[in-house]
């Protein structure tokens, strides 16, 4: 079954930059895009970016254009996000979600890695 | 990329149908049959109940159902059980490949 395993997350001083990485396993990778959202603590969810199955091209919220970007490596099958500059509110949780082939929605959810940004 | 509005909360009995409304723009809601409803348990990751306005994925109990008019998409949990109780956020394409969630509506079952 889909299976998707974020890590990287960790404490990082404001400033600072921190890479995630989402490993996944049950679904033939290189022919989904996926998705990265986060969700503050005890807030809702963000979308954060979306990058297409074969890495063309990366779209992104605006509160992290120019400070995140997302890539991968479908040779192994592992999703990045690179996370520059970070701010107080980009605390959150960050989940990594393999997107529907035909609508582009989140279709499954990995359990997500805790990244806090304190001095 | 303002968040879908949702109620904040929303409540009912065993047994009891409610509806969450989710309301955006003809930017994401009203320009695209492409939104989703996802259940997030607590302290668990979401999971879709909903896709494309008013698609079941395999294995979601069709108590769960989904429909749009204009810019406001709504999902329906018929025969509400205790095992509802969860955040439900709303999630709508919203054009050049972006996406925008809803703020997010808890339900409680009374």
């Known amino acids: 079954q889909v299976r998707l395993v974020e890590s990287g997350g960790g404490v990082v001083q404001p400033g600072g930059s921190l890479r995630l990485s989402c490993a996944a396993s049950?679904?033939?990778?290189?022919?989904?895009?996926v998705h990265w959202v986060r969700q503050a603590p005890g807030k809702g969810l963000e979308w954060v970016a979306f990058?297409?199955?074969?890495?063309?091209?990366?779209h992104y919220a605006d509160s992290v254009k120019g400070r995140f970007t997302i890539s991968r490596d479908n040779s192994k099958n592992t999703l990045y996000l690179q996370m520059n500059s970070l701010r107080a509110e980009d605390t959150a949780v960050y989940y990594c979600?393999?997107?529907?082939?035909?609508?582009?929605?989140?279709?499954?959810w990995g359990q997500g890695t805790l990244v806090t940004v304190s001095s | 990329q303002s968040a879908l509005t949702q109620p904040a909360s929303v409540s009912g009995s065993p047994g009891q149908s409610i509806t969450i409304s989710c309301t955006g723009t003809?930017?994401?809601?009203?320009?695209?049959?492409?939104v989703s409803w996802h259940q997030q348990l607590p302290g668990k990751a979401p999971k879709r109940m909903i896709y494309?306005?008013?698609t079941r994925p395999s294995g979601v109990s069709n108590r769960f159902s989904g429909s749009k008019s204009g810019n406001t998409a709504s999902l329906t949990i018929s025969g509400l059980q205790a095992d509802d109780e969860a955040d439900y956020y709303c999630?709508?394409?919203?054009?050049?490949?972006?996406?925008?969630f809803g703020t997010g509506t808890k339900v409680t079952v009374l």
């Open positions: 979600a393999k997107a529907d082939g035909g609508s582009g929605s989140p279709d499954h």
């Open positions: 049950g679904f033939t990778f290189i022919s989904y895009g």
């Open positions: 990058i297409p199955h074969d890495g063309s091209g990366a």
């Open positions: 003809s930017s994401d809601i009203g320009g695209y049959n492409r």
């Open positions: 494309d306005v008013t």
């Open positions: 999630c709508s394409y919203a054009g050049s490949s972006t996406y925008v």
